[in-house]
T-cell receptor
Framework: NAGVTQTPKFQVLKTGQSMTLQCAQD?????MSWYRQDPGMGLRLIHY???????DQGEVPNGYNVSRSTTEDFPLRLLSAAPSQTSVYFC????????????FGPGTRLTVL | AQSVTQPDIHITVSEGASLELRCNYS??????LFWYVQSPGQGLQLLLK??????LVQGIKGFEAEFKRSQSSFNLRKPSVHWSDAAEYFC?????????????FGAGTRLFVKA
């Protein structure tokens, strides 16, 4: 199993550009999440999904969109990038809702100029 | 609202010394508690978790944590630290919120190990 994979590993955007961060898992997990990690703030939940076709907002959803058309994939879209979205983004999955262990991807480091 | 506090931003210990990382949470019911470790440039890996039962939980890499309901704490311990333990450690709480069940992370404690 590859586990949770994320692409790209690094990305630089200009303010106003859009892009999609990719996340895929091969563990047949129902639950997937996106977090952002900023210094001194730990991980904050952006969006999550409890299964294909079902998504919901987390703590910091503004400026981000998600969709879940398959169990395996959970892309995160930045609609119009802003410098405040400079961060490290992690995707995670678990077999059940947050009571279970979350498996994290290696992260995407995003810089918005 | 639920919250997780890790009072120490960073800690330095000597190799071979014991370690305790503090975690306090705020939640009305019995929470689901986790400790994760993040090595530089990597994602997070679960060290251990507590849902119910024995309040002393054993994890991977020789770590253990103790749930103390009276103190709302879930401190992580290791009797003898190795240089490879240098990393950032996150305490997390799984709790019911208005939008469903979510995991809330603390800000993290960075561990430095000196020879």
């Amino acid at each position: 199993n590859a586990g949770v994979t994320q692409t790209p590993k690094f990305q630089v955007l200009k303010t106003g550009q859009s892009m999609t961060l990719q996340c895929a898992q091969d563990m047949n997990h129902e639950y997937m999440s996106w977090y952002r990690q900023d210094p001194g703030m730990g991980l904050r939940l952006i969006h999550y999904s409890v299964g294909a076709g079902i998504t919901d907002q987390g703590e910091v959803p503004n400026g981000y969109n998600v969709s879940r058309s398959t169990t395996e994939d959970f892309p995160l879209r930045l609609l119009s990038a802003a410098p405040s979205q400079t961060s490290v983004y992690f995707c995670a999955s678990s077999s059940r809702v947050h009571t279970d262990t979350q498996y994290f991807g290696p992260g995407t480091r995003l810089t918005v100029l | 609202a639920q919250s997780v506090t890790q009072p120490d931003i960073h800690i330095t210990v000597s190799e071979g010394a014991s370690l305790e990382l503090r975690c306090n949470y705020s939640y009305g019911a019995t929470p689901y508690l986790f400790w994760y470790v993040q090595s530089p440039g990597q994602g997070l890996q679960l060290l251990l978790k507590y849902f119910s039962g024995d309040t002393l939980v054993q994890g991977i890499k020789g770590f253990e944590a103790e749930f103390k309901r009276s103190q709302s704490s879930f401190n992580l311990r290791k009797p003898s630290v190795h240089w490879s333990d240098a990393a950032e450690y996150f305490c997390a709480v799984g709790a019911l919120d208005t939008g469903g069940f979510k995991t809330i992370f603390g800000a993290g404690t960075r561990l430095f190990v000196k020879a």
